[in-house]
């Protein structure tokens, strides 16, 4: 009788701790897929993940938020290469006057500050078909001439970009002659996460011999609010901007990369916007002394439904990007987001502008919170498994797993707080659950 006692007691204890034993090696392999290290390697968790960060940024983004009042852009489109041909006969790359043009108008205009999403790393031959005529007695070429425009608006940002030789980053940077002359140089390198899709930003490079270069977008950003960029604060995760008693923290990764919030649509009617022939026209009108002309010329556009700009300045105190929407090798800039497979990549500019003025960024949960949720999810399905009847314990953790994914998109479209679904919901709860009611049915059957 005592030996029966002693048998039953062990099976009964042996009962209850393998499904504790199954419960804590399910969620011990799940803590160690969601190391870096491990995702490092093998990014299959990850990609996943961003397929659910990528359905998050769509739903928010069909949420229509407040945006900063100040952006704007001018396109060089596929009409801007049409006309800029067919007027000047001039294919891309067009001369550098023309860029010049562009710069006088909107100092013209007083915009706060220009950013060219357009590379200009060498210097054109000269050529009398290109000089421009300053003065009854000056000539200048064209390529000076956009230096010099460049040098007296004092508010234009040039592009830099990068390569990667034998694993060194190097920058690629505008000619000395509109380097010299720029207000600053922002680069506007695309780092693509490796399914193909744009989703972060590299904040800033330190390169040897030229310093901090920061992306284009925050350069522009600091302009408008003010803020130092030479007094930047790096550390724990995080960039400290601060000037003209305006504070911005920007959350960063280990690489100095952080989440781009894609709430504004390339073409978006809420932002100024035109394409490049129109402020040459409003330039010509201005510089061949016919102001009047301008209120008629936009008033005939926006009667045309062409343009949504206002006013006879309408890029006055407004943060400007231009860059292409064009088609072409040499010109096109497409790519795929979280929003689209495919669409104008310059568009991240005026985003990323936005989030810091709008003082609006995406956050990641930290690596302690996302290990804490493991485990948390992984111990509410064991306790749910083992408290209730297999069916029973089956609703309960859909029903868990509803309101995590809900709380999740709630999280990230409210306050773009971004934590994880997949190891969570998948690796932790779900896989729990299945294991132990695989053994309680099994153990229960015999």
Not at 115 to 129: C, N, R, S, T, Y
Not at 269 to 286: D, H, I, K, Q
Request: aromatic share 12%.
């Amino acid at each position: 009788m005592g030996f029966l006692f002693s048998f039953a007691a062990v099976k009964l204890k042996s009962f209850k701790l393998v499904p504790v034993l199954i419960a804590t090696v399910t969620i011990a392999l799940t803590c160690f897929f969601q190391s870096q290290w491990f995702i490092r390697q093998a990014d299959f968790f990850e990609q996943l993940e961003w397929r659910t960060y990528d359905f998050r940024m769509k739903q928010a983004a069909r949420i229509p938020h407040p945006i900063a009042t100040n952006l704007a852009a001018v396109f060089i489109d596929e009409e801007s290469l049409e006309t800029i041909n067919e007027a000047y006969q001039f294919t891309w790359p067009w001369p550098r006057f023309l860029h010049g043009r562009l710069v006088n108008e909107l100092a013209a205009e007083d915009a706060t500050v220009v950013g060219f999403d357009i590379l200009f790393k060498e210097i054109h031959p000269a050529e009398a078909v290109t000089d421009v005529k300053v003065s009854a007695s000056e000539t200048m070429s064209s390529d000076e001439y956009f230096s010099t425009e460049i040098r007296k608006s004092s508010n234009t940002v040039l592009a830099a970009m990068s390569e990667t030789t034998e694993g060194k980053w190097e920058p690629i940077l505008p000619a000395d002659l509109f380097l010299t002359n720029a207000l600053a140089v922002g680069h506007i390198t695309t780092d693509k996460d490796s399914d193909g899709v744009l989703r972060r930003a590299l904040a800033f490079r330190d390169v040897p011999g030229h310093g901090r270069i920061w992306h284009m977008a925050i350069i522009l950003a600091a302009r408008s609010l003010g803020l130092d960029l030479s007094k930047a604060e790096v550390n724990h995760g995080k960039i400290t901007l601060r000037g003209n008693g305006v504070k911005r923290v920007i959350p960063i990764d280990a690489q100095n990369f952080f989440y781009i919030d894609w709430s504004i649509p390339w073409n978006d009617v809420r932002m100024a916007s035109a394409s490049y022939p129109v402020l040459l026209n409003l330039n010509t009108f201005r510089r061949t002394g016919h102001p009047e002309k301008i209120s008629e010329y936009l008033n005939e556009l926006r009667a045309a439904g062409k343009t949504n700009l206002f006013g006879d300045a309408p890029f006055k105190d407004k943060i400007v990007v231009v860059g292409a929407t064009a088609a072409g090798n040499n010109i096109s800039d497409v790519g795929a987001t979280p929003l689209s497979k495919e669409t104008y990549l310059v568009s991240k500019h005026w985003n990323i502008v936005n989030s810091i003025i709008t003082n609006q960024f995406i956050r990641r949960s930290s690596y302690l919170v996302d290990l804490l949720l493991i485990i948390f999810m992984g111990i509410l399905a064991a306790v749910l498994t083992l408290k209730l009847r297999a069916v029973s314990a089956s609703i309960s953790v859909i029903t868990v797993l509803v309101f995590y994914i809900a709380a999740a998109f709630f999280l990230f479209i409210q306050f773009r707080y971004w934590i994880p679904i997949v190891l969570p919901m998948t690796g932790a709860m779900l896989m729990t659950h299945v294991c132990m009611v695989t053994y309680r049915v099994r153990v229960e059957q015999k």
